[in-house]
């Protein structure tokens, strides 16, 4: 990219905001998407970007579009409804999913971008709210190898680190097996964290005897301030998301016909939780949830 694009943002969430400041920081001219889910978006109209009614008025004006949305039903739509994307995307057009997908779905966007005259990768992204603000991400990108290279001063201005993970759906693919790595160490933490609330240990001896030991890492982390203190904000990924999260990992094991019985416990637990209503809570309530006196969501796990 010799002179920047004008970027257009769908998704102005939690995450997609981040993305958004970032990119106006840089210099990049911005539009975004009009959504009742998007955070306040006055800072970014201060700055000079615009609101686009619809993601065909938004592509007509966008040389790169962005997406941040939930997941696979909102990609779609997005791009495929009667004013989506593809309908006002211009030939060259660049298509940057930064949402967490089902791999074969990716694929099939991708066939229907190229097909419009566009060009898609697969941008996943990791961390949290914190990183988002401060334009440090994670990405792993599933991109051809020349496309990667045009779009990396732009990745670069939200992202921290950069994967190359390899041709398009790779981003999503690898993207899904490591969430599938972060909530189920979440789980588990989560399990004997409950455990180890019930039996009267600590909460100070139990992470310090996990952070020297096995235990240790990123997710014993963003988990310690509920453990000691019952702050959730050290992770705010929600339990509903980690429900659709492995809900996708599930159906790449089936289609790769793989192992997948700690996942579909992971999933089960997760469902169980969701079933009692219990799904806008932060991935550290699990602790109390599990905690609480009544066996019910464990229970409803066993039985699924």
């Known amino acids: 990219m010799n002179t920047k694009p004008h970027v257009g943002l769908i998704g102005v969430g939690l995450m997609g905001h981040g993305i958004a400041t970032n990119v106006q920081k840089h210099g990049y001219a ?31 004006q966008s040389d790169v579009v962005i997406l941040c949305v939930t997941g696979t039903p909102q990609i779609e739509d997005v791009m495929f409804r009667a004013d989506g994307v593809l309908v006002g995307l211009k030939h060259g057009t660049i298509v940057i999913d930064c949402s967490t997908a089902i791999p074969a779905s990716t694929l099939v966007v991708a066939a229907r971008v190229a097909q419009a005259g566009g060009r898609y990768l697969d941008a996943a992204m990791t961390r949290t709210l914190k990183e ?54 979440s789980a588990v933490l989560a399990e004997a ?13 139990f992470v310090d005897v996990l952070g020297k030991g096995g235990g ?33 990992y599930m159906a790449l094991t089936h289609e790769l016909n793989a192992s997948n019985g700690l ?38 796990a066993l039985d699924r």
């Open 30 to 60: 911005l539009s975004f998407l009009s959504h009742v889910g998007n955070q306040p978006v006055e800072d970014l109209l201060a700055k000079g970007a615009v609101a686009k009614a619809s993601g065909a008025e938004l592509a007509e």
């Open 132 to 185: 988002a603000a401060e334009g440090r991400l994670n990405l792993i990108v599933g991109v051809p190898d020349d496309l990667f290279q045009e779009v990396l001063p732009l990745l670069r201005c939200f992202a921290e680190n950069i994967v190359h993970a390899g041709p398009i759906g790779s981003g999503h693919q690898l993207k899904l097996l490591h969430n599938f790595v972060s909530l189920g160490f």
């Open 193 to 205: 964290a409950s455990a180890a609330r019930r039996a009267g240990v600590l909460p100070s001896l």
């Open 216 to 248: 240790g890492g990123v997710v014993l982390d963003r988990m310690k301030p509920f453990i000691l203190a019952n702050d959730s904000s050290g992770a705010t990924f929600t339990l509903g998301n980690a429900l659709k999260d492995m809900t996708y």
């Open 263 to 300: 996942a579909q416990a992971t999933q089960s637990l997760f469902a169980a939780v969701a079933a009692k209503g219990q799904q806008a809570r932060a991935i550290p309530e699990l602790i109390a949830i599990l905690s609480d006196n009544r066996a019910d969501v464990r229970q409803g």
